[in-house]
Structure formats: C-alpha cells, structure tokens
C-alpha cells in the first residue's frame, strides 16, 4: 500500500516569511499527526486530527501555527510569520483508528525539513 | 517529557544481536511499550510493541521484565541497515525522547 505522503521534501525561507507544508495519509486512515522534530531530538506531537476533527492541539504554538484537515483526508499545516527556532523537519503520521480505539501503528512520512534563515 | 531512559548510543558488531535497554520505572498497568526506529533523514518506523509478555516479529524480540519496569529490544542478527535512531516510547500518544543512536559496525 502507498504511505504516507509529505510535500515539499525541502523548504528554505526567510524569518517572517509564512510557508506551508502538505500531507496526504494512508488511505482509509481516520487520524492524522503532525510532529516536529528538531535536530538532536525526538518528534514532538503538535496536532492529531481524528477525521476532520482536532483531538490534541495543546502543543501547537497558535499564535503563528495553524493545521486543517476539511475533507477528513488530506492535512495542511501552515507557519506564518515564521521564526529562526522554527527550523526542524515536519513529520506527518497516520493511524487507522486513533487512540481511542486502542494501541495501533502510526505511520510516517518522510517528512519536510525546513530551515528559516 | 519522555517517561522512558535509554543510553544515547550503543556499538553493535555486523551479525550479531543487538540488545537495546531502556528503563521505565513509572509505566503504569495498562501503558503499552513501544519501540520505533528512525533511519537517518526518513520518519519514525514501528518494529513492536508489547505490555506484560514478550513479543516477536520478524524485526525484532522485545522482552519485558516482569515488574514491567525495563524492557530490551533485540535485533537477533544485526546488519549495516539496522543503524538508526531507537526509541522506546510507554505512553499512547507517543512522547519520544532522543532515543539510543545504534550503530553497526562492518
């Protein structure tokens, strides 16, 4: 089966500059997971969606990070303005079910690296 | 914050097992243990997953101790494409820490 899918692989803008990053989840797949992960460590959740819905954003910075999801499928997360700490690879997870139906897989894609100069 | 303790990097020689700890002395009854890896500049990939028994795929063993307060993953035969990044993750929603960087060596 095709995995999950992440665009752009790469992105280099400038602090104050807004990007946006684009992530289309295994088919069928109802939950879907935006991390960071900055150099030297481990990803950190910053959205999960369940369908179109949000289930945990409490780790998203709000005042310049927003994620959407409208048709339950594909996810945007933008950046705007966008600051020098914000440069990490963006990692975007699907699950099947979601939490609450239990332990399950997540599967990543390969992520998009994002360096603010 | 990670509930989990691993050493930052382990050595490995080609061919043989791979024995990665880590510690979870907070895990509470009902919290899976998870172990994922991560290859340089690709996403996080599961290999397994347990709660009191010890598992088996076709990755890896996992073995739990019966206080459920350490586990060890194992990767009976390592080779070169096993060096990667291995998290060891006890919480649902998974909350990584920096994980131990394995490295096989020829």
């Known amino acids: 089966e095709a995995g999950v899918a992440q665009s752009p692989r790469y992105k280099i803008i400038e602090k104050r500059q807004s990007v946006a990053f684009w992530c289309n989840p295994i088919?069928?797949?109802?939950?879907l997971y935006w991390y960071q992960q900055i150099l030297g460590q481990g990803p950190k959740l910053l959205i999960q969606f369940q369908n179109n819905g949000v289930v945990d954003d409490s780790q998203l910075p709000k005042d310049r990070f927003s994620a959407e999801r409208l048709k339950g499928v594909d996810s945007t997360l933008k950046i705007q303005p966008a600051k020098l700490e914000d440069s990490a690879v963006y990692l975007c997870?699907?699950?099947?079910?979601?939490?609450?139906?239990?332990?399950?897989?997540?599967?990543f894609g390969p992520g998009t690296r994002l360096l603010v100069l | 914050d990670a509930k989990t303790t691993q050493p930052p990097s382990m050595d490995c020689a080609e061919g043989r097992a791979a024995n990665l700890p880590c510690n979870h002395s907070t895990i509470s009854g009902n919290e899976y243990v998870y172990w994922y890896r991560q290859i340089h500049s690709q996403g996080p990939q599961y290999i397994i997953h347990g709660l009191k028994n010890n598992e088996t795929n076709e990755m890896a063993s996992l073995i739990i101790t019966e206080d459920r307060k350490s586990s060890t993953l194992i990767l009976p035969h390592a080779t070169l494409r096993d060096t990667a990044v291995y998290y060891c993750i006890v919480e649902e929603k998974l909350t990584f820490g920096t994980g131990t960087r394995l490295t096989i060596i020829p």
């Open positions: 088919s069928g797949h109802a939950t």
């Open positions: 997870a699907s699950s099947l079910f979601g939490t609450s139906e239990g332990w399950e897989t997540q599967y």
